[in-house]
């Protein structure tokens, strides 16, 4: 079928809202049709570092209403709203177990291009574009393993729910999922975007004492305190690590770092307490650290987490029922935006304008 998409046809070129064909579902497939998509840093990144291969058809933070489904697809029929979230194959050891984020072909089924069986279902004339995050949902349609969708309650509005696959799940999710504080622990966000400013609501959730977050936006600092941060501070004004340790007694328990600047990474280690946690989500460079000072004398640990550790069709209907009962407020988050706006979308994330802008599609 005849759909239209923002296609990027070489590294760093702007998006062009072109015609494409979209192939059936095959074997364990769906075809959704979009409602609306998130934007991402990601979606960015690929389009600019190409990170994945071109020409492309990005976006993947998609939600929308199941079109059809392929041959023995059982859980999910037509006329089902469902959110679209990140590919993993669903048999290798780390998804059986419950760690679909670290799967064994994440890289392959995400970034490679391709579909599970190494075909593509985008095309334009006798050229294949490739698919992102094996949905590629800046499209008025998608075609996505079944896997990928995750059924979600019709009453709640569909179209601010598509962040939920990507964004908003790595930031709660790497406090509910990985993290895990304990009731009255301390946590130091770093970084007040879509993902930090889920992990406070997160945080606040677990029950945290002291939630501290630490952006250089005086209005994002406002909007953290809001949604739960118990304390804030500008990381331009503010010595961040005395004022983490003075508040907390010697440091915090645990942080979240999702800027990926080396200076705010050792920082975010430098004010833990003893035997802290700090888990790095966001895209970070080479940081130099002194691994004896900064790190092993404590006893402390630096992690990486991916999607939040998130299973997402156990995760996602989680978050929309704190949603609905007033304890998960993303909707303040989020910036809505017709399809042809595309480009605007990205330079107010990229500005800071808008936290997390939603293209609204069909």
């Not at 010697?250 to 307490?273: D, I, M, R």
């Amino acid at each position: 079928m005849e759909i239209k998409a923002a296609v990027t046809h070489r590294q760093g070129e702007a998006f062009k809202l072109e015609p494409v064909q979209l192939a059936d579902p095959a074997l364990g497939e769906i075809r959704v049709r979009i409602v609306a998509t998130g934007v991402c840093h990601t979606d960015a990144v690929a389009r600019d570092l190409g990170i994945a291969p071109f020409p492309i058809v990005l976006g993947h933070e998609g939600a929308g209403v199941v079109d059809a489904v392929g041959e023995g697809v059982t859980d999910l029929k037509p006329g089902d709203h469902v959110v679209l979230s990140f590919a993993h194959c669903g048999g290798c050891g780390n998804c059986l177990t419950g760690h679909p984020t670290v799967c064994d072909t994440f890289n392959d089924l995400n970034f490679g291009g391709a579909m599970d069986d190494g075909s593509r279902r985008l095309s334009q004339g006798d050229q294949e574009l490739a698919t992102f995050f094996g949905q590629s949902s800046f499209g008025t349609y998608a075609v996505v393993s079944a896997r990928n969708a995750v059924k979600v309650d019709p009453e709640v509005d569909l179209a601010l729910l598509g962040p939920l696959g990507c964004g908003i799940q790595t930031g709660a999710g790497t406090v509910l999922n990985r993290l895990k504080p304990d009731f009255g622990s301390s946590i130091v966000v770093y970084g007040c975007g879509a993902v930090g400013l889920s992990a406070v609501m997160a945080a606040r959730i677990a029950g945290c004492q002291h939630i501290v977050a630490v952006d250089v936006h005086d209005s994002r600092l406002e909007l953290a305190r809001e949604l739960g941060a118990t304390h804030a501070f500008n990381g331009k004004t503010t010595d961040v690590v005395e004022e983490v340790r003075k508040l907390t007694g010697g440091g915090s328990h645990f942080a979240v770092e999702t800027t990926g600047v080396p200076q705010v990474v050792k920082q975010s280690l430098n004010a833990l307490k003893p035997l802290g946690t700090c888990a790095i989500v966001g895209v970070t460079p080479d940081v130099t650290l002194d691994v004896h000072n900064d790190l092993m004398a404590e006893g402390k640990s630096m992690i990486g987490v991916i999607e939040g550790d998130s299973v997402p069709r156990v995760f996602i209907p989680q978050l929309i029922a704190y949603f609905k009962a007033g304890q998960f407020p993303f909707d303040k988050l989020v910036r809505y935006y017709e399809f042809d706006q595309i480009d605007q979308a990205f330079e107010d994330s990229a500005s800071g304008k808008t936290i997390k802008p939603i293209l609204k599609i069909g």
